[in-house]
């Protein structure tokens, strides 16, 4: 049943439609609950009409030990006004009343999960309507934690391959992913280096190489034109640590939101869904 | 407690202690992690790597260093017979520099030509930094700004012996923050660097290889004990923030069931006031993941990670090593604890009786042994790890205790 659940969930459905429009999709990230609880709600149910085709959001956690400044930052902002693994499932909830059809990758650290408890996190994250999970901290190595039983609830376990993910290791790590493949273009942290195009090319057609399913291409993506570039040779292209800053800068001193913030990101993200939309234009 | 017939063959092959332990780190370095994890392995069954390092733990660290009969010690407490571990009589003043070693060979084995490490109380990353002005590698140290505030003796003494100390402001600067600092660097420069961490924590192989490497202690310990009393000691006593002094002493005895052994958390406040006034994992937190590792660890209800405090800048880390936590779970050791005041005691009492002046940390052991050794016979054989000299605390001991420098 579960296995059906993933072969025609939102994130399978989201890739078929954009392979029929004949273009790449842009996947936004922003941290949930950053700067505060409504700010980021208005920003979240914003990104469809913004052109997020999907997205993810950050649970934040204390100790982001894969993340640069950016994102760090933005989960001391989200954790200091209060925001919970729960209250991250609640924002889900508030979105999927707006939107039935984009699908939500919670993305995180494993100890939130691990403390709030496997089995009823999944069932509380399905039934909320998110439709997988990108967890750091957990290599295919301890896929019984959750990525097994993640598969099992019908929740996708989006892997991470990186440019020293090596041959050998390439079928371990395609095993059990699902939904997409996200690669880390850089071996480093978010929001710092970006990786030539070439190197990208490259990456993504050994990824396609071993396995059938859409390739994301992420970390360094700062600008529309380099969302393009990604878009031309990759089915999707991510970025973060860019909204994340955008949103960033329009709180002040006293970490209140500046009027006119939200429209601002949303706008920015805009301007990242055309150039990923003109890439193969 | 649960009855086992060893206590000493863990960890299993995915680095696992009973629950504990595993490799919870990002997929980048994931493959070095096994790499690391192989040339371990070769390396410990090469005797020219076991030659060269006991060559080094012998001529630059001044090993084997004296179990000492600590008599004044045993006459002012009237039981137990107290013996001190002398690790402080190393060079760089603390046991932190045998793992050093073992690992700066490693990474020399391994082609690796810069090496990185986090520090707390700063022991480890002026061990660190010898090594690498040893074997001439560039050599940076995370240390969090709150840390480097406390112990400028130390972040000078890293500088002095050629190495870069990066201040770490992210969360609250201390040990922690300085541990994702240096997994993030990594994280960037896997190709060329080696991280040397300083306690039997962070994803396998590192918890059982910083073992191996501090079980020179215990190993000493054993036959020096054999030399003086002809016998087994009877219970064992080590500080345990991460705990590598701890597992470094225990581990090779833990298959003699007559040697009990405790360790000692820090309590700072006290345990009864929270998880923010302490830093005794076990005796206050509960299992997690952080820094490649489950163990118990200080968290919130929403498995954030809660920073602690201890008046021991070595021991206000918020875990501990994995084989601890499942060494207190299957019961074999037992995890006690001393509190900021009780080892500012004990860090006195030791200096006017013995002539030592310990690190604080190691005075939180110490705290554990004035409590224990006064119900002891006299025969009762007890060995304290007095891990560290405390010439670096000596600013923070004398601020506590309204003295001005």
Not at chain 1, 265 to 273: D, I, N, P, Q, R
Not at chain 2, 355 to 382: F, N, Q, T, W, Y
Request: glycine residues 10%.
């Amino acid at each position: 049943m579960s296995a059906d659940i993933l072969a025609d969930g939102r994130i399978a459905r989201r890739f078929k439609a954009l392979k029929a429009e004949g273009r790449a999709g842009l996947v936004t990230f922003i941290t949930a609950g950053d700067p505060d609880p409504a700010a980021s709600q208005a920003v979240l149910n914003g990104l469809p009409a913004a052109g997020a085709d999907l997205i993810e959001l950050g649970m934040p956690f204390t100790d982001p030990m894969a993340d640069g400044p950016a994102i760090q930052a933005s989960s001391l902002r989200a954790l200091k006004a209060g925001m919970t693994v729960r209250k991250t499932l609640e924002m889900v909830r508030g979105f999927r009343k707006l939107d039935a059809d984009t699908p939500i990758i919670l993305m995180g650290y494993y100890n939130p999960i691990h403390a709030y408890g496997v089995e009823p996190f999944l069932a509380a994250a399905r039934e909320a309507g998110v439709d997988g999970l990108i967890i750091v901290d957990l290599p295919p190595e301890e896929d019984e934690e959750l990525c097994i039983p993640a598969l099992k609830a019908g929740v996708s376990f989006v892997r991470l391959t990186t440019p020293t993910t090596d041959e050998a290791r390439m079928p371990a790590v395609m095993r059990n992913t699902s939904g997409f493949v996200y690669y880390v273009s850089i071996a480093g942290i978010t929001g710092t280096a970006s990786a030539s195009n070439t190197a990208i090319d490259a990456a993504v057609a050994r990824l396609k190489r071993h396995t059938d399913l859409p390739v994301a291409v992420g970390f360094g993506i700062k600008t529309p034109d380099q969302a393009a570039e990604v878009a031309r040779v990759a089915d999707a292209a991510v970025v973060g640590s860019a909204i994340v800053t955008r949103l960033a800068d329009g709180i002040d001193a006293a970490g209140t939101v500046r009027p006119g913030t939200v429209e601002d990101v949303l706008g920015f993200v805009g301007e990242l869904a055309a150039g990923v939309r003109a890439a193969r234009g | 407690m649960t009855k086992l017939n060893t206590y000493r063959s863990g960890p299993d092959e995915r680095g696992h202690f009973g629950i504990f332990g595993g490799r919870f780190v990002a997929e980048t370095l994931m493959p070095l992690i096994l790499e690391v994890e192989k040339a371990y392995r070769d390396a410990r069954a090469d005797p020219a790597f076991e030659g060269e390092m006991r060559q080094q733990l012998k001529q630059y660290v001044g090993r084997p260093n004296p179990l000492y009969y600590a008599e004044r010690l045993t006459g002012h407490l009237g039981g137990a017979k107290i013996y001190f571990k002398r690790e402080e009589l190393n060079h760089t003043g603390a046991h932190k520099i045998n793992n050093c070693i073992g690992q700066i060979l490693l990474a020399r084995r391994m082609g690796k030509t810069r090496i990185i490490a986090e520090t707390g109380a700063g022991q480890h990353g002026v061990a660190t930094a010898t090594v690498c002005a040893l074997y001439n590698m560039p050599c940076v140290i995370y240390m969090g700004e709150t840390d480097i505030a406390r112990q400028q003796p130390n972040v000078f003494r890293m500088k002095l012996l050629g190495a870069e100390v990066r201040p770490v402001t992210s969360g609250s600067g201390t040990l922690k923050d300085a541990m994702n600092e240096a997994l993030r660097d990594w994280v960037t420069n896997v190709a060329d660097t080696f991280y040397i961490i300083g306690t039997a924590a962070g994803p396998h192989p590192y918890p059982a290889m910083v073992r191996d490497f501090q079980s020179v202690i215990g190993d000493e310990v054993r036959s020096q004990m054999q030399e003086l009393e002809g016998r087994l000691p009877d219970s064992l006593v080590a500080c345990v923030g991460g705990g590598s002094n701890a597992i470094g002493l225990f581990h090779p005895f833990l298959d003699d069931p007559s040697v009990q052994m405790v360790g000692v958390e820090a309590a700072g406040r006290g345990i009864e006031k929270g998880p923010l006034d302490h830093a005794a994992s076990i005796n206050g937190g509960r299992p997690g993941v952080l820094h490649g590792n489950r163990t118990y660890l200080l968290q919130d209800e929403d498995g954030q990670i809660l920073e602690g405090h201890s008046i021991s800048a070595g021991l206000d880390y918020p875990g501990i090593g994995p084989e601890h936590s499942w060494l207190h779970d299957v019961g074999r050791v037992e995890y006690a604890y001393a509190t900021d005041q009780e080892a500012l005691d004990a860090f006195q009492l030791c200096a006017r009786t013995e002539g030592i002046i310990p690190a604080l940390e190691s005075a939180h052991g110490l705290a554990e042994v004035i409590k224990r050794a006064p119900k002891l016979p006299k025969d009762h054989l007890m060995v304290l790890c007095l891990s560290g000299r405390g010439d670096k605390d000596i600013f923070s001991v004398a601020k506590h205790l309204g003295v001005e420098l």
